[in-house]
């Protein structure tokens, strides 16, 4: 008796697989046992170019040159990308644009596997195949059957039996079905009153495509000066490989981006844009585009990075910086003891042309390194920055300091009226590093308030903020004390 086997399905793959081998790359399977439908592959693409938005979706634009029957026919326009939205397909003939009609437009996604191939040929004929071992010698033993179902497993009808669990090394099939296809095939029925020689363009677009901003700041052993390089980091998950692709990136608001995508992708992917390498910029509507300055290929599952933007020796500030407690009238938890505080430690710098950059700069991480005593890079720390415009300041936290401490207390709480009371507060700040320190403190102040004195200078940041600027010694201590009437 023959039993169907793992080992059958993986016989039909290969029988698949050699069957296409001997047939040209450029023909559809369906089209090896009879001529079918005029079809087009990669091999008839002569332009591609490929937008690629920061929320998972690209537009593809595919231009192909070639032969068209005149009146109604079939095209089948193939290495398209597996993750097309079909609802966004736009077909057009480049060369005679008025000659050209299309009628009806398929999508098609049943794609050639061993398992779909049996199911079609349920109540067909097929040969099914094992191999035996005789007097040393491996020979086939061969049976015609018919497939009378295949739900959970094969039903057959082998002479006047019907016959289950029947197993084989593999199965012969007479033919491919003419409605599997190797990959995903877009099928168009065209009116063509036109020649039969045309430059056609197919746009749609597609998920699985995403790219994203990536930054390295490398900050000078003075913390003074920087340098940075940008980076995009692309990744492919379509399903099909862009050859030879213009490549072009969109940032901006993604919300805003869906709700006027279709008319801003066509019109950008239609426009010859002037590019100078490594990525050239131009705003357009709310948005920024970037235009990759040469030809590049996108392999299917790929993570390629492009260089996007390059600053030398702009200047940079290290700020030190303490952000007051909310519950700042006591410490609830320890009375009489200091609350700690910490220090946060930012890098700061302009996005400004005369400090070599002016780009502006989607949104992404920013990875800062710094070379240590003896010359080496490390790591420091990294941010996430938004959508930044040229001449607009970025600030990045790299983490907490670990050798600068703050210390705050309350040291006076008095009513001075029914609704006012005074308040007063003093903040200890030490630095056990070897340079100088200037430290940032800012303080949330409720109510309708006044300061009263403060032994440092001090600005009011907003309604109810203070901002004081506490310069420390090297191996130092500094105290601030201030004193502020609140009316609530």
């Not at 492009?306 to 609830?332: E, H, I, P």
């Amino acid at each position: 008796m023959f039993r169907l086997s793992h080992a059958a399905v993986f016989g039909i793959l290969l029988l698949v697989v050699g069957t296409a081998a001997l047939a040209d790359r450029s023909t559809p399977v369906s089209a090896q046992v009879a001529p079918g439908p005029a079809q087009t592959t990669l091999e008839d693409q002569v332009e591609l170019a490929l937008t690629v938005y920061n929320s998972d979706i690209a537009l593809v634009r595919d231009v192909r040159n070639l032969q068209l029957p005149r009146g109604t026919s079939n095209l089948r326009f193939m290495d398209i990308a597996a993750t097309v939205n079909p609802a966004t397909v736009h077909f057009r003939s480049l060369s005679e644009p008025s000659g050209v009609s299309v009628l009806e437009q398929n999508y098609e996604y049943d794609l050639l596997e061993p398992d779909k191939l049996l199911r079609k040929y349920v109540g067909r004929e097929v040969t099914l195949v094992r191999l035996v071992q005789r007097n040393g010698a491996t020979q086939q033993e061969e049976v015609k059957a018919r497939l009378l179902s295949y739900n959970n497993a094969p039903v057959w009808q082998i002479g006047n039996e019907i016959v289950t669990g029947l197993q084989a090394d593999h199965v012969r099939f007479p033919e491919l079905p003419g409605n599997l296809f190797s990959r995903p095939t877009l099928i168009w029925t065209l009116d063509n009153d036109g020649t039969t020689r045309h430059r056609v363009e197919a746009s749609y677009l597609a998920g699985k495509l995403s790219w994203n901003a990536d930054y390295v700041l490398t900050v000078a052993r003075d913390d003074k000066s920087g340098d940075i390089d940008g980076w995009v980091t692309l990744t492919n998950g379509s399903g099909t490989s862009f050859p030879n692709a213009k490549l072009q990136l969109v940032a901006g608001d993604l919300n805003r981006v869906k709700q006027v995508f279709g008319r801003l992708a066509m019109q950008e992917m239609r426009s010859d844009v002037a590019a100078a390498a490594p990525m050239a910029e131009e705003a357009f509507s709310d948005y920024h585009l970037y235009t990759l300055g040469r030809k590049t290929t996108i392999n299917n599952n790929q993570t390629k990075q492009v260089s996007m933007l390059g600053g030398t020796g702009f200047a940079v500030v290290k700020r030190y910086v303490v952000d007051g407690q909310q519950f700042y009238y006591r410490n609830a938890q320890h009375p009489g003891a200091p609350i700690k505080d910490v220090v946060q430690v930012f890098y700061q710098f302009r996005n400004e042309q005369r400090s070599g950059l002016g780009m502006p700069m989607p949104a992404g991480i920013v990875r800062v390194y710094q070379s240590d005593s003896s010359g080496g890079t490390q790591f420091v720390g990294e941010d996430r920055i938004d959508h930044t415009p040229k001449d607009e300041t970025i600030n990045l936290k790299i983490g907490n300091a670990f050798d600068v401490v703050t210390e705050r207390k309350q040291t006076d709480f008095e009513k001075v009226a029914g609704s006012t009371y005074e308040i007063e507060y003093e903040i200890t700040v030490r630095n056990h590093k070897t340079t100088p320190v200037s430290v940032e403190v800012n303080e949330p102040v409720g109510g309708t308030w006044r300061m009263l004195r403060s032994s440092h200078q001090w600005t009011k940041t907003d309604a109810w903020a203070a901002q004081f600027t506490v310069p420390v010694a090297v191996d130092g201590t500094a105290t601030l004390n201030y004193r502020v009437r609140v009316t609530y």
